[in-house]
């Protein structure tokens, strides 16, 4: 696990600014961790935390190819933050997505969706609300 330095740095420089000692945080890894790939995730929210299920797909074929299909959603780990680490999180992932950007270009989702006639704003996101 990599540790945001930036963050770091400014915490430092803050601290000692105002004459207050400085917080270097040390990232450790238990005997349990384990990393995940993950295609999807899906979750949604309470008053009280976040929730964001971590999910990979797989295509099940019954019968014919002209019939229903389904896909079986298994959700790998689920991360469950505080209101106040859900907006850190976010940030965290804004600030990555636009230098990830600036260096290799505009990320393309791989089935692009229908533009609709509405002049309205679309949200993008898929609808999270509730519980998984």
């Known amino acids: 696990m990599t540790e945001d330095v930036e963050s770091r740095e400014n915490i430092e420089s803050s601290a000692s600014k105002k004459g207050k000692k400085s917080i270097t945080i040390e990232f450790m890894k ?5 990393q995940i790939y993950a295609i999807g995730a899906a979750g949604g929210h309470s008053p009280y935390d976040f929730r964001i299920g971590f999910y990979n797909d797989t295509p099940k074929m019954f019968g014919d190819a002209s019939e229903s299909r ?5 959700v790998e780990a689920e991360v469950i933050l ?3 680490a859900a907006l850190e999180l976010s940030r965290w992932l804004t600030q ?3 230098e990830y950007e ?3 270009g ?3 989702r791989a089935i692009p969706r ?6 309205k704003s679309i949200d993008e996101s898929t609808n999270i609300q509730g519980y998984i």
């Open 82 to 84: 505080s209101p106040v």
């Open 30 to 34: 238990p005997e349990s961790f384990r």
């Open 106 to 108: 505009p990320i393309a």
């Open 70 to 74: 389904v896909i079986e959603r298994r």
């Open 96 to 98: 990555h997505i636009n």
């Open 102 to 104: 600036s260096v290799f």
């Open 114 to 119: 229908p533009k609709k006639e509405s002049a």
